[in-house]
C-alpha cells in the first residue's frame, strides 16, 4: 500500500498565506480504485457458511468457527453483509470478543464505511475512540489511508473522513484533527460545520485560542460556512485572546451575514466587557439583548455581578442581583458565591453572611467555594473563631479542605499577628496534599517580618525553595534588609547564596543593594542610639 503524506497545520496556514483565492487552483487527487482479490477455495467455502450462520442469527455454529477467521475471510463477510449495518456492526464486535487478532486498520475501516453510511455516527465515533485511543502519534493518518483505499469498493459516503476528524477532536488531538483535515481537503473532501465547530471548542478548551482563529480561516477559505455556533466560538476566542475590537466586529458582522445573536452570543461578549473592566458597555449590551427580545439568563447576570465585584463595586453588583430576582432569574450556587466573595475581599462578612442565610433559605445547598470565601471573610478581619467554626462544619456537610480553604485561615492569623500559629497551618496544609501559592507564602513571610521573627521569615522562604517557588525581588528585599538591620548579614547573604544555587533568584534582585542598605540602616540606628 502506497503511504500517503500528511502535512501539519503550520504548512496548511502557511499555503494559505500564499494563495489569497485557493478555490481556483484546488485540485483534489482523484479517489483511488482499489480491489481485493475474491476468495477461492477453502477461504470461499468459510466466507459462504459463515454468511449463511449469519443472517439466520446461528451465533453457536459461528463460534465454532472463530478459529478459523483471518482478517482476509472477516472482510469478505463483511463485505457480504455491509447492507444490514446492524448485523454488521454485530458481526464486528463478535470478531472483537472471540478472535481480536483478526481485526485489522482495513476491517475497521470497512464497518466504519457501513455505519457512517447509515448514519449511524455515535456507533462509529465509538469503533474510533475504541481504535485511536492506543496513543500511536500516526494512527489517525495510517487509518485515514486505509479508509480511502477501501472507499470505493465499500460504495461509502464523505461522512467517513468526517468522522474521523470530528473524533480527533472530541479527543482533543488537534494535532491529528489537522492532519486528518489536510488529507481530506488533498482528496476533495471538507468536513461539515459542526465538526469544525468540534475542533474550534477542543481548541478553546485547551486554552489554544490562536489555533481555533487560524482554524477558522481556514474554513473561511475553502468556503466551509459557519453557523451561529461557530461565530459565537469565535467571538469566545477572541476575548480569550484579548482580541476585544475582532469580537465585536464579529457580533456585529452575525445579523448581515443572516444570523440572529443568540444568548450565548450576547453573553460571551458581556463576559469579553466585563474581563477588560468595561462594564458600562456589559450593561449596555444586556439593555441591547433585552431591546432585541434576548432574554437575560443566569449566565448574564452571573457575569455582571462578578464583573462589578472584582472592581469592588458591591453596590452595582448587588443592584444587579435585585433586578436579577425582580426578573424571576433565579440566582444559583454561582450567584451567591460571586456575591460572598465581593462582600468578603472587602471585608464586609456580615454581608457575607446574610446570603448564605438567604440561599439556604432557598434550598440552594452551598459548596467548598461559599465556605473558602465565607472563611476568607472572616478571616480578613481577623475573626478566626468564627472561621474555626466553619471549617468543622464543612465535615458535617462533607465538603473537603482545599488550599484556599487552608489559605483563607493562614491570612486570618497573618491579620492577627500570629506567624508561628500562620506556619502551623501551612505545615497542616501540605500534609493535607494542599499545594500553597505565591500569595500565601507572600503572606506568611510578611506576617514573620512584622513581628520582627526574620528567622521564621528564612525558614518560609526556605519551604518555597524546596517547592522550587521563586520569591519576588521586593519581598527578598525586605527580608535581606530586616535580617540586616537584626545583625544577621551573613544569614542573610547565606540565604541569597541558597536561592542562587536553586535558580530561583529574582529577575531586578540586587543583592549588594539590599544587603548594604539594611546594614547602613543599623549603622545609623546605632549611631541615632549612641
Same mark, same amino acid.
Given at each position: 500500500?502506497?503511504?500517503?503524506?500528511?502535512?501539519?497545520?503550520?504548512?496548511?496556514?502557511?499555503?494559505?498565506?500564499?494563495?489569497?483565492?485557493?478555490?481556483?487552483?484546488?485540485?483534489?487527487?482523484?479517489?483511488?480504485?482499489?480491489?481485493?482479490?475474491?476468495?477461492?477455495?477453502?477461504?470461499?467455502?468459510?466466507?459462504?457458511?459463515?454468511?449463511?450462520?449469519?443472517?439466520?442469527?446461528?451465533?453457536?455454529?459461528?463460534?465454532?468457527?472463530?478459529?478459523?477467521?483471518?482478517?482476509?475471510?472477516?472482510?469478505?463477510?463483511?463485505?457480504?453483509?455491509?447492507?444490514?449495518?446492524?448485523?454488521?456492526?454485530?458481526?464486528?464486535?463478535?470478531?472483537?470478543?472471540?478472535?481480536?487478532?483478526?481485526?485489522?486498520?482495513?476491517?475497521?475501516?470497512?464497518?466504519?464505511?457501513?455505519?457512517?453510511?447509515?448514519?449511524?455516527?455515535?456507533?462509529?465515533?465509538?469503533?474510533?475512540?475504541?481504535?485511536?485511543?492506543?496513543?500511536?502519534?500516526?494512527?489517525?493518518?495510517?487509518?485515514?489511508?486505509?479508509?480511502?483505499?477501501?472507499?470505493?469498493?465499500?460504495?461509502?459516503?464523505?461522512?467517513?473522513?468526517?468522522?474521523?476528524?470530528?473524533?480527533?477532536?472530541?479527543?482533543?488531538?488537534?494535532?491529528?484533527?489537522?492532519?486528518?483535515?489536510?488529507?481530506?481537503?488533498?482528496?476533495?473532501?471538507?468536513?461539515?460545520?459542526?465538526?469544525?465547530?468540534?475542533?474550534?471548542?477542543?481548541?478553546?478548551?485547551?486554552?489554544? +485560542?490562536?489555533?481555533?482563529?487560524?482554524?477558522?480561516?481556514?474554513?473561511?477559505?475553502?468556503?466551509?460556512?459557519?453557523?451561529?455556533?461557530?461565530?459565537?466560538?469565535?467571538?469566545?476566542?477572541?476575548?480569550?485572546?484579548?482580541?476585544?475590537?475582532?469580537?465585536?466586529?464579529?457580533?456585529?458582522?452575525?445579523?448581515?451575514?443572516?444570523?440572529?445573536?443568540?444568548?450565548?452570543?450576547?453573553?460571551?461578549?458581556?463576559?469579553?466587557?466585563?474581563?477588560?473592566?468595561?462594564?458600562?458597555?456589559?450593561?449596555?449590551?444586556?439593555?441591547?439583548?433585552?431591546?432585541?427580545?434576548?432574554?437575560?439568563?443566569?449566565?448574564?447576570?452571573?457575569?455582571?455581578?462578578?464583573?462589578?465585584?472584582?472592581?469592588?463595586?458591591?453596590?452595582?453588583?448587588?443592584?444587579?442581583?435585585?433586578?436579577?430576582?425582580?426578573?424571576?432569574?433565579?440566582?444559583?450556587?454561582?450567584?451567591?458565591?460571586?456575591?460572598?466573595?465581593?462582600?468578603?475581599?472587602?471585608?464586609?462578612?456580615?454581608? +457575607?453572611?446574610?446570603?448564605?442565610?438567604?440561599?439556604?433559605?432557598?434550598?440552594?445547598?452551598?459548596?467548598?467555594?461559599?465556605?473558602?470565601?465565607?472563611?476568607?471573610?472572616?478571616?480578613?478581619?481577623?475573626?478566626?473563631?468564627?472561621?474555626?467554626?466553619?471549617?468543622?462544619?464543612?465535615?458535617?456537610?462533607?465538603?473537603?479542605?482545599?488550599?484556599?480553604?487552608?489559605?483563607?485561615?493562614?491570612?486570618?492569623?497573618?491579620?492577627?499577628?500570629?506567624?508561628?500559629?500562620?506556619?502551623?497551618?501551612?505545615?497542616?496544609?501540605?500534609?493535607?496534599?494542599?499545594?500553597?501559592?505565591?500569595?500565601?507564602?507572600?503572606?506568611?513571610?510578611?506576617?514573620?517580618?512584622?513581628?520582627?521573627d526574620f528567622d521564621g521569615a528564612v525558614q518560609v522562604v526556605r519551604e518555597m525553595s524546596?517547592?522550587?517557588?521563586?520569591?519576588?525581588?521586593?519581598?527578598?528585599?525586605?527580608?535581606?534588609?530586616?535580617?540586616?538591620?537584626?545583625?544577621?548579614?551573613?544569614?542573610?547573604?547565606?540565604?541569597?547564596?541558597?536561592?542562587?544555587?536553586?535558580?530561583?533568584?529574582?529577575?531586578?534582585?540586587?543583592?549588594?543593594?539590599?544587603?548594604?542598605?539594611?546594614?547602613?540602616?543599623?549603622?545609623?540606628?546605632?549611631?541615632?542610639?549612641?
Open positions: 500500500m502506497t503511504r500517503i503524506s500528511f502535512r501539519g497545520f503550520s504548512t496548511l496556514l502557511n499555503g494559505a498565506a500564499k494563495t489569497p483565492n485557493p478555490m481556483r487552483i484546488w485540485n483534489p487527487i482523484p479517489v483511488p480504485h482499489r480491489t481485493i482479490p475474491e476468495p477461492r477455495g477453502q477461504d470461499l467455502d468459510f466466507v459462504n457458511v459463515a454468511h449463511s450462520h449469519l443472517i439466520n442469527s446461528d451465533w453457536a455454529k459461528l463460534n465454532s468457527m472463530s478459529t478459523g477467521l483471518t482478517p482476509y475471510r472477516m472482510k469478505h463477510i463483511m463485505l457480504k453483509i455491509k447492507k444490514d449495518h446492524v448485523l454488521s456492526f454485530e458481526f464486528f464486535n463478535w470478531v472483537k470478543a472471540q478472535n481480536p487478532n483478526c481485526q485489522t486498520l482495513e476491517t475497521y475501516s470497512i464497518i466504519l464505511h457501513i455505519l457512517t453510511k447509515n448514519k449511524k455516527f455515535k456507533s462509529a465515533e465509538s469503533v474510533l475512540k475504541g481504535i485511536l485511543g492506543s496513543g500511536s502519534i500516526d494512527l489517525p493518518s495510517k487509518l485515514f489511508e486505509a479508509i480511502l483505499y477501501s472507499y470505493r469498493f465499500c460504495d461509502s459516503s464523505p461522512c467517513v473522513f468526517d468522522s474521523l476528524f470530528k473524533t480527533c477532536a472530541h479527543m482533543k488531538k488537534l494535532g491529528n484533527a489537522i492532519d486528518v483535515f489536510c488529507l481530506m481537503k488533498d482528496y476533495g473532501f471538507l468536513p461539515r460545520v459542526e465538526s469544525c465547530n468540534a475542533y474550534i471548542s477542543a481548541s478553546i478548551s485547551l486554552q489554544r +485560542g490562536d489555533i481555533a482563529l487560524s482554524f477558522y480561516s481556514e474554513m473561511k477559505r475553502y468556503r466551509i460556512s459557519p453557523n451561529v455556533y461557530t461565530l459565537n466560538m469565535v467571538m469566545c476566542a477572541f476575548c480569550k485572546w484579548g482580541k476585544l475590537e475582532k469580537a465585536t466586529e464579529v457580533f456585529k458582522r452575525m445579523e448581515t451575514t443572516g444570523f440572529s445573536p443568540t444568548i450565548a452570543s450576547y453573553n460571551t461578549l458581556i463576559a469579553g466587557y466585563c474581563n477588560k473592566g468595561l462594564l458600562n458597555s456589559g450593561m449596555k449590551l444586556k439593555n441591547l439583548m433585552e431591546k432585541n427580545g434576548v432574554l437575560p439568563d443566569n449566565v448574564t447576570y452571573n457575569t455582571l455581578i462578578n464583573g462589578f465585584c472584582r472592581e469592588g463595586k458591591l453596590h452595582e453588583a448587588n443592584k444587579i442581583f435585585s433586578e436579577m430576582k425582580a426578573k424571576n432569574v433565579v440566582p444559583n450556587v454561582v450567584t451567591y458565591n460571586t456575591l460572598i466573595n465581593g462582600y468578603s475581599q472587602v471585608g464586609n462578612s456580615e454581608m +457575607g453572611g446574610r446570603l448564605h442565610d438567604e440561599m439556604s433559605r432557598n434550598g440552594i445547598k452551598a459548596d467548598i467555594l461559599t465556605y473558602n470565601a465565607l472563611i476568607l471573610g472572616l478571616c480578613m478581619e481577623g475573626k478566626t473563631k468564627k472561621a474555626a467554626y466553619l471549617v468543622k462544619e464543612l465535615d458535617r456537610e462533607n465538603l473537603v479542605p482545599n488550599s484556599s480553604t487552608f489559605s483563607a485561615l493562614i491570612t486570618g492569623q497573618c491579620v492577627r499577628k500570629n506567624s508561628e500559629r500562620a506556619f502551623q497551618l501551612y505545615k497542616s496544609m501540605i500534609r493535607s496534599g494542599c499545594h500553597p501559592n505565591d500569595h500565601t507564602f507572600k503572606m506568611l513571610i510578611s506576617a514573620f517580618c512584622k513581628n520582627d524546596k517547592r522550587s517557588t521563586a520569591l519576588d525581588s521586593d519581598t527578598l528585599s525586605e527580608l535581606c534588609r530586616g535580617l540586616c538591620l537584626s545583625g544577621k548579614e551573613e544569614l542573610a547573604l547565606k540565604l541569597c547564596k541558597e536561592i542562587e544555587t536553586k535558580h530561583l533568584m529574582p529577575e531586578g534582585f540586587d543583592k549588594a543593594k539590599a544587603v548594604n542598605s539594611g546594614a547602613e540602616s543599623e549603622g545609623k540606628g546605632h549611631v541615632e542610639n549612641f
